[in-house]
């Protein structure tokens, strides 16, 4: 057990690292739990504090490309261009490891996840470590992810002894996850960097393998991200009739449903996409806290990140798939 504390001390942070301990740490998407990646004793630990399935694989955070190369064997032909254009920033390659990643970091596979995050009190903590951060996002498995310190308090607290509080995570939406395959690019989870912006970039088509069965990246699996109360999506006019006489949460895009609601979150009154990524999750877990029967949510617009939006309200949803 520890005293959690919250604080904005790299050299406290640092500290516990070195010393094989976990720290919460911001990103521009979400808050990770992170760990020396290069040391598997310390790693093992994001897996007992977070309760995760050992054979669910971590993404290792560096704040350079150059910081890549002892990690990976090769450089697949499109991923260096890539990171050249989004990073730092929202975008994870699943690059052919090194013998120098511990084979708890990838669960066995021989590709390794790899993120350059763009927050900058993480990247000056990774400045100045030696190592790697594996980091998964600091919920407990399965649970909304974290945007802000608090959050990662109210799931984590006694478990880990450091937050680095790095204020509400500006994009809100975990990394895009992105594969290669000879010369294919694939996309294995969304996010905010949207599939039109990846082809331009590459210049060929993008393919997605989102499976929800077999995934490549596990978080795909269908009961993630997932509030406590029941999450049901659809039309939201329809659904509180449906569900008239239970104490209502209205998780709403654009518009106000107040009068049919007995709470009623409205994400962007602007219909701002990017805005309403970034309130998603500390909207489903505001809701979650209020003690509803029921949180009631919208499709949102199925272009840019309100694709990768409608992945994650999908994977809330209820009744949940266990698979
Ligand atoms: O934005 C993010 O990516 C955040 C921040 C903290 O960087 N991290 C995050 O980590 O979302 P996590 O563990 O919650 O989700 C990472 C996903 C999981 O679905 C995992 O299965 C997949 O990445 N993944 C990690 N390593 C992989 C590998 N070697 N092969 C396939 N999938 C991998
Ligand atoms: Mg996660």
């Known amino acids: 057990m520890f005293e959690t504390r919250i604080g904005v001390d790299l050299e406290e ?20 739990l ?8 310390a790693v093992s630990k994001i897996y007992t504090v977070k309760q995760r399935p050992q054979f669910n694989p971590l993404i290792l955070h560096v704040s350079n490309v150059n910081k890549i190369a002892p990690l990976v064997s090769e450089w697949p032909s499109k991923s260096h261009l890539l990171y050249t254009h989004f990073s730092p920033g929202p975008i994870t390659c699943l690059l052919p490891k ?55 308090f109210e799931g984590l607290a006694g478990k880990i002894p450091y937050i680095l509080d790095g204020g509400i995570c500006q994009v809100g939406l975990e990394s895009t996850i992105i594969g290669f395959e000879n ?12 599939a039109d912006q990846l082809k331009t970039i590459c210049g060929q088509e993008i393919q997605f393998e989102l499976s929800h069965s077999s995934p490549k990246a596990p978080g795909q699996l269908k009961s993630h991200y997932a509030t406590k109360t029941p999450l049901v999506v659809g039309d939201i006019r ?22 049919m609601a007995t709470i009623n979150l409205v994400l962007s009154p602007m219909g701002s996409l990017s805005e ?12 979650d ?17 309100g694709m990768a939006m409608n992945d994650r309200i999908s994977r809330a949803a209820y009744p949940r798939q266990s698979e």
């Open 276 to 287: 309403a990524a970034a309130g998603l999750f500390s909207a489903m877990r505001r809701l």
């Open 98 to 152: 090194s013998d120098d990643v511990p084979d708890i970091i990838t669960a066995g596979s021989d590709r390794v996840a790899i993120r350059i995050p763009a927050h900058p009190l993480t990247n000056a903590l990774l400045e100045t470590i030696e190592f790697p951060l594996a980091a998964p996002s600091a919920n407990p498995s399965g649970y909304v992810s974290p945007v802000s310190a608090d959050h990662v």
């Open 289 to 305: 806290a209020a003690g509803l029967d029921i949180i009631i949510t919208e499709k949102f617009p199925d272009t840019g990140v």
């Open 183 to 194: 010369d294919r690019v694939i996309v294995h989870r969304l996010g905010s960097i949207t």
């Open 34 to 41: 992170a760990a020396n990646g290069l040391n598997p004793i």
């Open 13 to 32: 942070a640092r500290f516990w690292l070195e010393k094989g301990e976990l720290v919460g740490i911001p990103t521009e998407t979400v808050y990770g």
């Open 238 to 259: 329809s659904l509180c009739q449906e569900y008239e006489g239970n104490r209502l949460g209205v998780l709403s895009f654009q518009e106000d449903y107040s009068k």
